[in-house]
């Protein structure tokens, strides 16, 4: 098991990041029934753990006996029926799906589960509260607008039943109506000083020696990703033990290449480079990265190679090129539009000041 | 009482036709009243035609509907009896070799070749068939028949038998009959003929007359076990016969061979030769040549033809002189017919306007002779990646006009509009966009990159407008297809006009677009994570797809199988091992499936 999920807190208490909402999530939860929760924060902050924290504290120590389920859906939509296939992870009492996954039926999918959950609601043991289910739905914020007007509706429609638990990583894209039917928590992305704490825990409980500086390096490099912090940790602990101070720390090979694609951008502005280019964004799509954290990279990197004069129009350009692949479907259209943009800028800026 | 009226109208006309047709039109009388029961259904056709067609076309209707009558109750030998009326096709079939349309080459070379094979005795050439292909209309059989007699030899054909239906069969079957496919009669045939050559029946006196085996119509297969024996068996006809034999095969070489059928064909060709069958391919019959038959046979006929017109139907035909003899018979009629309308409409200066109108406006007018033109997807590609305009701008700018900036401004395009070409390539507007940006940039100049620029841009609204299309439903088909037809537009316009200063043209291969291949295999590599995506947080949750990808893939190809070796108790291990068996197994039928879908596109 990685480390990640090895150390990964297990109750609220054992929370050592966001301890404070940790506690207020503890007393929320302990004196009344919650309402629908919304977790919002960048990747790595600890969102997920949270939440599964959450529902220990609820539902106990069962909240961690799940199944993973590929199940399928039946839904009429309309004159014919549509076949959704979503895995999900159950336990007794909660489900996890993320109906994104789904791609432009994701509408179908969240009315659909939540209807099913409210039909099959536990059974009332004890008569008192905890006659309903849990369901966390990931990545909420690319559901399509389609599917958060139906989510709204099904939420209030069902809200005697079940309780939703979102989790996004913006809360911008994510409509009005649904965040003010949430309790919103905001989760940080976790401070240096913080993921360096982390790491020292786990390298006590590890029982390594840890050269001063080295958890900070690796802090530094994780772009306030604890996840991030922690994998290349581990990364780390198998190249090469005992650490050094020097020890490299393995950056992820993706941003490798990335950065590899700037430089080629740098180096020559033709369309035969734009070529070349293409083939190795392909490359990357091949391996799932996702074209929006593509673009973020790439545009990055060739901002820190580049003349501040021109950063603003770069900038711009990148956002407008982004808007554009949300709006379309192939992405390697737009993303390859902004390098040829940033090609273009480039060589008349080179033009311009070198003659 | 209507019904009868239109009876009387009908054999009154009859006999005016009669006049014309002298001996025949007295015998067709007393049977039009014979039908008259089963004329009744036909009532409405035949009382229009009254009025709009000339009786002799009128005519024509009635005996077809005297031999869809008739030959119901065996009385077939009626039917050739319109011989005034017969198919200009058939009438004025090429009888000598000069009167073949077909280049002279071609025919010197198909000549030779029977002859040699006529003259020397058996067994000298081993092989002993032609394969003659080319576009249908380009007079294929009749070169084979007006050599055959030019050389005295018969013409032998397998005469395709009526095919029995299965549902026919089945009702038949209790009288014994067995079933034999089209395909096993060929087959069936094809052996007798290896076996035993063709018995001449009929020659008993004379000497033994050369015969041609000419194959014409090859049966039908579908799927590949059918087309695999028609395939053997036409093998061990090449390998085995010893009369010259000519199989016809007719290409469908303009449009898109993606059809299944068309690509069988191809093969079959191939593998002919392969093993041994003389090939000639006939092309497509020159405007001129069509000109100068069709010159011939409105001599014959006494019709007065404008050249203008006779070139047009050549020019339309597409090299098919079946259709434009067809065509030009459909021609000959019509003036009366424009005639008894001009009567009660135009004046015969209004009618000659309404003649020289559509050589002016030169497209859609004249589609009645035409056949509709049909590019391949690459022909169309072709036009749009190259680019070609006009050396410079011919055209003066009215005062009306609007000046535009020198930098949007465009030399006038060598082609015709854009969306007609896309029309006329019956291309999937998708397609049409994915082809565009995989080959686009190769047309670039080398310091063009605003160009790429603008190019890709005007692709990237291309696919917004493709990508709203999603998530509508099917019924919703209007507005999705003027969406797909818009996207396609912009696509293609984008190209042409960001190009702004196109390449001389030369050699380019077009290739199938990267981005499917890309698709499916970051599809495959999602699925893939799917599977990794539980096992490897056991801890209750799931990670999103990007975090997989950005974060825990990059570190397992980084750890290895150390990850689990190390780390993991040993029944987490055993589940892993079968964990990465299974996407192993996963892996291979992905390669096939990748392997099949290559070959798909190689035949594109």
């Known amino acids: 098991m990685l480390w990640v999920d090895k150390y990964r807190p297990k109750t609220l208490d054992q929370v050592m990041v966001h301890d404070l909402i940790a506690q207020n999530l503890k007393k929320l939860v302990t004196e009344q029934d919650c309402p629908h929760l919304l977790f919002y924060g960048p990747p790595g902050s600890g969102k997920k753990t949270l939440i599964m924290a959450l529902l220990r504290q609820m539902f106990g120590p069962g909240a961690e006996k799940v199944k993973v389920e590929n199940r399928t859906w039946k839904v009429d939509a309309g004159s014919r029926s549509i076949d959704i296939e979503l895995t999900t992870l ?57 599917a958060q007007h139906s989510l709204r509706r099904t939420m209030e429609k069902y809200s005697a039943y079940c309780r939703l638990i979102l989790c996004c990583n913006s809360s911008s894209r994510v409509t009005e109506a649904i965040r003010s039917r949430c309790l919103n928590v905001r989760i940080n992305a976790p401070s240096e000083e913080q993921i360096v704490d982390v790491l020292e825990f786990i390298g006590k409980k590890e029982a390594l020696q840890l050269p001063s500086g080295f958890a900070a390096r690796i802090a530094e490099k994780s772009n306030r990703n604890l996840r991030r912090a922690i994998l290349s940790f581990e990364t780390c602990r198998v190249q090469q033990y005992p650490f050094t101070n020097k020890q490299a720390i393995p950056p992820m090979d993706w941003e490798e290449y990335i950065s590899e694609i700037a430089s080629d951008i740098m180096k020559e502005q033709s369309p035969k480079r734009l070529f070349q280019v293409r083939g190795k964004l392909y490359e990357l799509l091949i391996n799932c990265i996702p074209p929006e954290i593509i673009l973020k990279r790439l545009v990055y990197e060739l901002l820190r190679k580049l003349d501040d004069e021109l950063k603003h129009e770069v900038c711009h350009w990148a956002s407008y090129y982004e808007h554009r692949m949300r709006l379309g479907q192939k992405a390697i259209f737009h993303i390859e539009a902004f390098v040829a943009k940033f090609m273009s800028i480039y060589k008349s800026f080179l033009i311009a000041t070198f003659g | 009482m209507s019904k009868r009226n239109s009876v009387v109208l009908l054999s009154s006309d009859d006999e005016d036709g009669s006049i014309n047709r002298s001996n025949h039109g007295y015998k067709t009388k007393p049977k039009s009243k014979k039908s008259t029961s089963s004329r009744g259904l036909k009532k409405p056709r035949v009382s229009t035609s009254e009025t709009r067609f000339s009786n002799l076309h009128q005519i024509n209707l009635l005996d077809e509907d005297f031999n869809e009558v008739f030959t119901g109750s065996k009385v077939s030998a009626d039917t050739q009896r319109s011989s005034t009326l017969e198919q200009w096709v058939a009438k004025y079939k090429p009888c000598s070799l000069e009167e073949l349309a077909v280049h002279k080459k071609k025919v010197e070379e198909v000549k030779t070749w029977f002859e040699e094979r006529l003259k020397a005795s058996k067994g000298i050439y081993r092989n002993n068939v032609l394969v003659i292909s080319g576009q249908a209309g380009v007079g294929k059989s009749a070169a084979i028949h007006v050599i055959a007699s030019h050389l005295g030899a018969t013409v032998c054909g397998w005469n395709t038998p009526t095919p029995v239906i299965w549902q026919e069969h089945l009702y038949n079957s209790g009288a014994g009959a067995q079933y034999t496919s089209k395909l096993g009669e060929f087959e069936n045939f094809v052996e007798k003929i290896r076996k035993y050559g063709i018995i001449p029946t009929s020659f008993t006196g004379e000497s033994k007359p050369s015969v041609i085996l000419l194959i014409d119509d090859l049966p039908m297969t579908n799927g590949k076990a059918a087309f695999g024996r028609l395939k053997d068996c036409l093998h061990l006809l090449v390998y085995s016969t010893q ?48 000109k100068k038959t069709l010159f011939r046979i409105c001599q014959m006929e006494h019709c007065d033809v404008s050249a203008d017109h006779v070139d047009h139907i050549a020019k339309a035909s597409g090299g098919d002189i079946r259709h434009a003899i067809t065509s030009l018979q459909f021609f000959c009629l019509k003036p009366n017919q424009v005639h008894s309308l001009s009567l009660f409409t135009d004046s015969p200066g209004a009618l000659k306007d309404e003649c020289n109108k559509p050589v002016r406006s030169n497209n859609g007018y004249y589609l009645h002779y035409g056949r509709d033109e049909t590019l391949s997807l690459f022909h169309a590609l072709g036009k749009f990646l190259h680019n070609k305009r006009e050396t410079r701008s011919s055209i003066k700018y009215d005062q009306d006009d609007f000046l535009i900036q020198e930098r949007f401004s465009r030399l006038p395009l060598k082609m015709d509009v854009p969306e007609k070409i896309l029309c006329q390539s019956h291309a999937q507007p998708g397609l049409v966009t994915g082809f565009l940006h995989e080959n686009v940039l190769d047309f670039l100049d080398d310091e063009a990159i605003d160009d790429a620029w603008t190019l890709s841009s005007y692709l990237g609204d291309a696919d917004i407008l493709l990508a709203n299309l999603r998530g509508t439903l099917p019924s919703d088909n209007d507005a999705g297809s003027v969406l797909q037809s818009a996207a396609a537009s912009v696509a293609v316009r984008g190209v042409l006009f960001g190009n702004s200063q196109p390449l001389s043209s030369r050699w380019h291969t077009i290739r199938r677009p990267q981005l499917w291949h890309v698709e499916k295999a970051s599809l495959y590599k999602k699925n893939e994570m799917l599977r990794l995506k539980f096992p490897a947080c056991k801890c209750l949750s799931s990670y999103h797809m990007s975090v997989m990808a950005t974060e825990y893939m990059p570190i397992y190809k980084l750890l290895g199988n150390r990850a689990y070796g190390v780390y993991n108790e040993p029944h987490e291990e055993v589940l892993k091992n079968m964990d990465m068996e299974d996407v192993d197994f996963d892996q291979m039928s992905l390669d096939e499936q990748v392997r099949d879908s290559d070959d798909d596109i190689e035949d594109w």
């Open chain 2, 243 to 290: 009369i010259p034999t000519a199989i016809l095969f007719t290409d469908y070489g303009n449009t898109d061979s993606a059809d299944y059928n068309a690509r069988c064909l191809e093969e079959l060709q191939l593998s002919l030769e392969s093993s041994g069958a003389c090939k000639v391919a006939f092309n497509p019959i020159t405007t001129n040549s069509i």
């Open chain 1, 90 to 146: 159950q336990s007794a009492n909660h489900t996890e799906i993320s109906p994104s996954d789904a791609g432009f039926q994701d509408r179908y999918v969240v009315q659909e589960i939540i209807k099913d959950m409210a039909k099959n609601r536990p059974i009332d043991t004890k008569g008192k509260k905890g006659g309903f289910k849990v369901l966390v739905l990931n990545d909420v914020d690319k559901l399509s607008r389609e």
